[in-house]
């Protein structure tokens, strides 16, 4: 269950690692995070409080939703509750992460890898054999996150120079960074590829359907996650960790 | 909305950090359950699938550029290409096909 448990590397051998595979995940966030940048300043906000949003939330879609409702003088309940719905999957991916690492792992270094858990470094984090080191977290958390906060400042500071069709083509960088992610298991995997299609289709259907489009977009990612990888979880039992 | 915005920011990332933290301090022992393991192995791919798809294609100007960087990241994906490749790609994709 636990081959990597002995694990003897140093910690600068698992530093390096992170930083490794978090070099294009911080490339990738260059992008996503300067669009970011732009429409933070688009809707009000000064390029410090655009560049504090990235540093403090490390998240995407929840800062993107977030700044909407700032803009349009939301309550603080609604913002709280739009985070808690578009961000929920992130406390799925805790618990999986809570089975990967040493279980005696202090809460100090549990709040680190927590802080900086997003879609890519819990793929790369899934994706390392064995027991997950928190030096390999260290680096991939913080050349990501450099790179999250980095692209904020730069499109908040210099993104209205930018033509409208440089702006348009960033807005395709998050998703292709998220199908980096899950195609190539899913080639190898059928199983994983029945899942992205469910999860593809109930999506689709979720967003346009009658009476199910009305649920909010933060729900409907959770719901059709919970579904899709229900059903899988019940029909084909894969052990989890050997990718 | 001027006078509350760092109470805005600090409301959206206490909570963001609690949704990420909670699952990870709280639970400290191994879970048994196979089905629980299987679930957690799928999530990422159902999740990461949901919210590129519908969602990519109203991402762009129009629907045709982002079909064009869609059809792009696929390719590029599916021969295990980087991130940032695949992004890279996606994006010159689009700014291509908005030139017609």
Request: overall charge positive; charged content about 10%; hydrophobic content about 55%.
């Amino acid at each position: 269950m636990k081959p990597g448990m002995s694990n003897n590397s140093s910690f600068r051998e698992n530093f390096l690692a992170g930083l490794k595979d978090g070099l294009p995940i911080c490339l990738g966030y260059l992008a996503v995070s300067f669009a970011f940048g732009i429409q933070a300043v688009e809707s009000g906000l000064t390029v410090f409080e655009a560049t504090m949003i990235s540093l403090l939330n490390v998240t995407s879609a929840g800062q993107f939703a977030g700044i909407g409702i700032i803009a349009a003088n939301g309550s603080f309940l609604e913002i709280a509750a739009s985070q808690l719905i578009i961000n929920l999957r992130y406390s799925l991916m805790s618990v999986a992460i809570s089975q990967k690492i040493d279980p005696k792992l202090p809460t100090l270094k549990r709040l680190g890898i927590a802080f900086g858990m997003t879609d890519e470094i819990f793929a790369v984090s899934a994706a390392r054999p064995g027991v997950l080191q928190p030096s390999f977290s260290l680096g991939a958390i913080s050349i990501s996150v450099a790179g999250w906060v980095l692209g904020t400042f730069l499109g908040a500071y210099a993104g209205q120079i930018l033509p409208d069709r440089v702006i348009s083509a960033l807005g395709l960088a998050l998703y292709g960074m998220f199908l980096a992610i899950i195609i190539p298991p899913a080639r190898d995997s059928r199983p994983v590829l029945y899942v992205v299609l469910l999860a593809m289709f109930l999506s689709v259907l979720f967003t346009y359907a009658p009476y199910l489009r009305l649920i909010s977009s933060g729900f409907r990612i959770i719901i059709v996650t919970l579904l899709s990888a229900g059903l899988f979880a019940t029909i084909s039992n894969k052990d989890s960790g050997e990718s | 909305m001027r006078s509350h915005i760092f109470a805005y920011i600090a409301v959206m990332a206490i909570v963001t950090f609690l949704v990420r933290a909670l699952p990870l301090t709280l639970i400290r022992t191994e879970i048994k359950s196979k089905w629980v393991h299987s679930f957690l192995y799928y999530l990422p791919f159902a999740t990461l699938a949901a919210m590129t798809v519908p969602a990519i294609f109203t991402a762009t100007s129009n629907v045709y550029s982002a079909t064009a960087g869609f059809l792009v990241a696929l390719v590029l994906s599916y021969f295990r290409r980087s991130l940032l490749t695949v992004a890279a790609g996606a994006c010159i994709a689009v700014y291509i096909a908005e030139l017609f």
